[in-house]
């Protein structure tokens, strides 16, 4: 592995389409995102469709099947390959994109600061699971979406970025999620390079 300081090593945790780690992969290649290192991309899901797509980007993938195992029994041996992978803490970055486990405490301490998630509402409006149905039922005229650092909350994490979009009276969570994924695709890998260039603000006062 590259001892160059500057490079960052990127982890993507998918479970599925991954179209958001495709948009990370695609920056990483045209320099929108500067001095990264895909390393490894992580499935809890072997039918996850993104898994593909990592390999045509050639990037290596590790899929742990066992779902049944809860919290860190499942989350440790995720933190062993990135040790195995001789990941230092001190340059890892760790990007979920559409995983659908919740991390446990004990990871989420391990990396602090270092995992980032996408999630397609502006929060802290619709948190947690089908946010773009929920902001429908609710009746928001404009959802959006939201890069944030990942704290031991669902969604609660320090807001890095976000971008907002209308929401029509005819739109379903379909119609909404479209125009909103398009911009999740802008916004995660701008976030992501800012981030690591320290050039995003974050407010420690922050209360959940
Ligand atoms: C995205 O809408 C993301 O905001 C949410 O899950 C979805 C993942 O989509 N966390 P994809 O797998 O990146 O296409």
């Not at 779902?67 to 970055?93: C, F, H, M, P, T």
């Not at 981030?195 to 006062?205: C, D, W």
Request: aromatic share 6%.
């Amino acid at each position: 592995m590259s001892e160059d300081l500057n490079l960052t090593h990127l982890a993507i945790m998918i479970s599925g389409r991954g179209s958001n780690m495709r948009a990370i992969l695609e920056a990483i290649q045209s320099g929108i995102v500067e001095n990264v290192l895909p390393e490894i991309v992580i499935s809890n899901r072997a039918d996850a469709a993104g898994l593909e797509i990592a390999k045509k980007f050639g990037v290596p993938t590790v899929v742990f099947q066992n779902n049944e195992l809860r919290g860190w029994a499942y989350d440790v041996q995720i933190a062993n390959l990135l040790d195995d992978l001789g990941l230092k803490r001190s340059s890892l970055l760790i990007c979920l994109a559409g995983y659908m486990r919740i991390l446990s405490k004990q990871f989420i301490q391990k990396y602090r600061m270092q995992i980032l998630n996408i999630h397609p509402s502006l929060l802290p409006s619709f948190p947690g699971l089908d946010a773009q149905n929920q902001a429908i039922k609710y009746g928001v005229k404009v959802s959006g979406c939201t890069v944030h650092i990942v704290d031991e909350g669902v969604d609660t994490g320090w807001i890095l970025m976000q971008k907002a979009v209308q929401v029509y009276d005819n739109d379903t969570a379909e119609t909404l999620s479209a125009r909103i994924l398009k911009w999740e695709h802008m916004i995660y890998p701008k976030a992501i390079n800012s981030y690591l260039k320290g050039k995003i603000k974050i407010n420690r006062e922050k209360t959940a």
